[in-house]
């Protein structure tokens, strides 16, 4: 088992995807605002991996510095390795990034109907997904066009084509952009709350078919998503962000059966559930820490019901490993993990 | 709640199409969207009535019609035994104060210009009875109290509060004229999950304290479960099955009801293993053009000739005491 919390000086890991202590700010008129305070995490082939977190805790930004699509100015990255294959991707030269960028790694966003053009045809701008990276004739290009749209069970690929993405229900745009993702047959696939705007029939339709489709084509996956439930459904593995930090990390079976942090714990106990009524809900007091004014110690200190002082409010704690591929940022994780806490 | 309280509200047969209209000068009819097709339904006092259903399929013209944002088609809506459609004069700014509204977006939903102090107590500009001038500034620290705000931040605006705070907000003002009834509309959608569950746990105990009487809309199924007495399901503008929240959750008989239970992921990887999967094909129909007999018929696994031919009436079937609109109502456990 890897340790996650490995220093930036060891030697790259053999994981297809890496990224190691990732910090990213952005530098705006009132202020910085750090938004990722060392990430790690780490993605092999045909697994999927769940990055959880509430809205602005640093899921996109993490992804977006993957994809190498941060705008900087503002975003700046003071620190951090992104490794693909074992090279370092934030040390790469622009045009061997750019190769990897939509080919090995691709993403897909929770928006179809703004990611795609609206004034050209489904089947002309997959075509042109691949004319653009590829010696493709436009004829080879349309084919294949078509085979991926069939890939993606869009019913009746041939004529749908020619459409236009408004001539498109929400889950079938989704269907086009998961279809032109796929263009290039990466070996990544970053899906950014990809059913969050559908409805719950079409949303497992959607997650049905990437679960599929990484199967089928070995792909790893990268999941980022809010939801509990959608997590269980898919994943292998879970990250769990706060405030631009991966503070658990687990396989999906131990992390619902027994969360290793207060802040996981919270999220569980605070969700409604399908299976029974159940009587007042937990809840996790106050908000998400302001990024431009983080707290000391541990960033999740003034919300989480177990803090203890000083260690808590001085100390910043460091990922512990836990064994199996765990870890937990608290500097109770032992003690939440054996049940020994609250 | 144990025993149903007696009714307060009783919807009948409530319909509202959209004119689909082609020309500029000439406007001509050219069809009609049924975003509300014929809904009935009882709300008791002090109950939550949930209501659940894919995006399109009718809620929020449901909401507005009984907040008389829009008009019926037709259909009536009995409260205190008037129908308030043909409500006038003084009924209808009885019925203004009595029946409130709570919207999903907490952003575009409060006036950015006003304070919160004037947001809240703007509904008594019009209702001068319910808070007296010189006691309305008390009556509005009340209400930020109520719902968990604190008192002092009465002049500060909507941008300097977190989208749970101006939920918060939002609920406040729908209480300021008393009502009995509130009718929330995705009230907690936008919100994360940490923030649902305060402002969830906040209207369970406004609900226990004030006595209101809930009509809850969400696409959330275990949202609407958790607060919900009873819950209606809706499908392309019908009540395809109601009941209590055990009967529609543990009990469910309509197809559709089960297909939408079974689609919701469950926080609990085990479930993957042991869960009863129901996969609907492709996308719900337009309600300017929905099918006959059973609208649910074409993604229906179930469906035979009889449900394109005859209209499954929303109905105690024998299988079940709960009405179920489906000509092969059968119970299916999908949930557990
Ligand atoms: N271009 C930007 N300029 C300034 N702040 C940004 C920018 N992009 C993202 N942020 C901030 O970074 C934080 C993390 O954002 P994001 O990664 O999108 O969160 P998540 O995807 O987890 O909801 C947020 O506070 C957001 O406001
Ligand atoms: N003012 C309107 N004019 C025309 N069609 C409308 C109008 N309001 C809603 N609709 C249509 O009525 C149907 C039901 O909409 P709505 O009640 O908003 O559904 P829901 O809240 O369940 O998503 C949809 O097809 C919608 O497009
Ligand atoms: S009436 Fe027919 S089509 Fe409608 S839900 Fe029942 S079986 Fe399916
Ligand atoms: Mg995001
Ligand atoms: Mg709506």
């Given at each position: 088992m890897t340790n996650l919390q490995v220093g930036g000086d060891q030697p790259a890991g053999q994981h297809l995807l890496e990224v190691r202590d990732l910090f990213v700010e952005f530098h705006t008129r009132d202020g910085v605002a750090k938004v990722i305070n060392g990430v790690s995490y780490h993605l092999d082939a045909g697994e999927t991996l769940a990055v959880l977190g509430e809205s602005g805790s640093g899921k996109s930004v993490t992804a977006q510095a993957i994809m190498g699509i941060l705008d900087m100015p503002p975003a700046k990255i003071p620190k951090g390795q992104i490794f693909y294959n074992g090279d370092d991707l934030l040390k790469m030269a622009e045009n061997r990034r750019r190769d990897i960028r939509g080919k090995d790694i691709s993403m897909i966003f929770q928006d179809a109907l703004s990611a795609l053009n609206p004034v050209f045809s489904v089947g002309w701008q997959i075509s042109e997904t691949l004319r653009t990276r590829t010696e493709m004739s436009k004829d080879a290009a349309m084919k294949r066009a078509i085979e991926l749209m069939d890939l993606v069970k869009i019913p009746g690929a041939k004529t749908r084509v020619k459409d236009y993405p408004h001539q498109f229900s929400g889950g079938m745009?989704?269907?086009v952009m998961i279809a032109m993702s796929l263009a290039m047959d990466p070996k990544v696939l970053i899906a950014d709350e990809p059913t969050t705007a559908l409805d719950v029939t079409v949303q497992a339709q959607i997650m049905d078919l990437l679960a599929d489709l990484r199967r089928?084509?070995?792909?790893?996956?990268?999941?980022?998503?809010?939801?509990?439930?959608?997590?269980?459904?898919?994943?292998?593995?879970?990250?769990?962000?706060?405030?631009?930090?991966?503070?658990?990390?687990?396989?999906?079976?131990?992390?619902y059966k027994q969360p290793a942090h207060p802040y996981t714990r919270g999220l569980l106990d605070s969700i409604p559930r399908l299976d029974h009524k159940g009587t007042e809900l937990a809840t996790i007091k106050g908000l998400p820490p302001n990024l431009m004014r983080l707290p000391t110690g541990c960033k999740y200190h003034p919300r989480c019901p177990y803090v203890q002082k000083p260690i808590c409010v001085d100390e910043e704690p460091r990922s512990l490993n836990l064994g199996n591929g765990r870890t937990s940022?608290?500097?109770?994780?032992?003690?939440?993990?054996?049940g020994n806490l609250g | 709640m144990a025993t149903l309280g007696e009714p307060i509200l009783r919807v009948e047969n409530l319909v509202k199409h959209f004119s689909i209209t082609q020309g500029i000068l000439f406007k001509k009819k050219i069809g009609a969207v049924q975003a509300v097709d014929g809904v009935s339904f009882e709300l008791h006092r002090g109950e939550t009535l949930g209501i659940v259903g894919e995006s399109g399929?009718?809620?929020?013209?449901?909401?507005?019609?009984?907040?008389?944002?829009?008009?019926?088609?037709?259909?009536?809506a009995i409260l205190n035994d008037k129908d308030i459609f043909k409500m006038s004069g003084g009924e209808?700014?009885?019925?203004?104060?009595?029946?409130?509204?709570?919207?999903?977006?907490?952003?575009?939903?409060?006036?950015?210009?006003?304070?919160?102090?004037?947001?809240?107590?703007e509904p008594y500009n019009i209702h001068t009875e319910v808070a007296p001038k010189g006691d309305r500034s008390r009556r509005i620290q009340e209400l930020l109290e109520l719902v968990g705000l604190n008192p002092?931040?009465?002049?500060?605006?909507?941008?300097q509060f977190s989208g749970g705070q101006r939920q918060r907000i939002g609920i406040a003002r729908a209480l300021a004229l008393k009502p009995e009834i509130i009718v929330c509309d995705e009230p907690v959608s936008a919100l994360d999950v940490s923030i649902q569950a305060q402002v969830?746990?906040?209207?369970?105990?406004?609900?226990?304290?004030?006595?209101?009487?809930?009509?809850?809309?969400?696409h959330d199924l275990s949202v609407v479960r958790h607060i919900s007495d009873r819950v209606g399901v809706m499908y392309l503008g019908k009540i395809v099955e109601i009941g209590t929240e055990d009967e529609i959750y543990q009990r469910p008989t309509h197809p559709y009801t089960q297909a939408?239970?079974?689609?919701?992921?469950?926080?609990?990887?085990?479930?993957?293993?042991?869960?009863?999967?129901?996969r609907l094909e492709g996308d719900v129909p337009s309600p300017a053009n929905p099918p006959s007999g059973c609208r649910f018929r074409t993604r229906c696994w179930k469906a035979q000739e009889k449900c394109a031919t005859e209209e499954p009436l929303l109905i105690r079937r024998a299988v079940e005491p709960h009405p179920s609109a489906c000509h092969f109502a059968e119970l299916r456990h999908v949930v557990a």
């Open positions: 745009r989704q269907r089928d084509l070995n792909m790893g996956m990268i999941l980022i998503t809010h939801d509990l439930g959608v997590v269980a459904d898919v994943a292998d593995r879970i990250a769990v962000m706060y405030a631009g930090r991966i503070i658990e990390h687990a396989d999906v079976h131990s992390i940022a608290c500097h109770f994780a032992k003690e939440m993990l054996d | 399929c009718g809620k929020s013209t449901l909401a507005k019609l009984l907040m008389r944002l829009e008009h019926p088609t037709s259909g009536r209808l700014r009885r019925l203004r104060r009595n029946v409130q509204m709570v919207m999903q977006d907490p952003y575009t939903s409060l006036n950015p210009r006003m304070t919160v102090g004037d947001i809240i107590g002092e931040h009465i002049n500060r605006y909507p941008h969830i746990n906040l209207l369970e105990k406004l609900q226990n304290e004030l006595a209101l009487s809930y009509i809850f809309i969400a939408l239970l079974s689609a919701v992921p469950m926080p609990d990887p085990d479930a993957r293993l042991h869960r009863d999967i129901i």
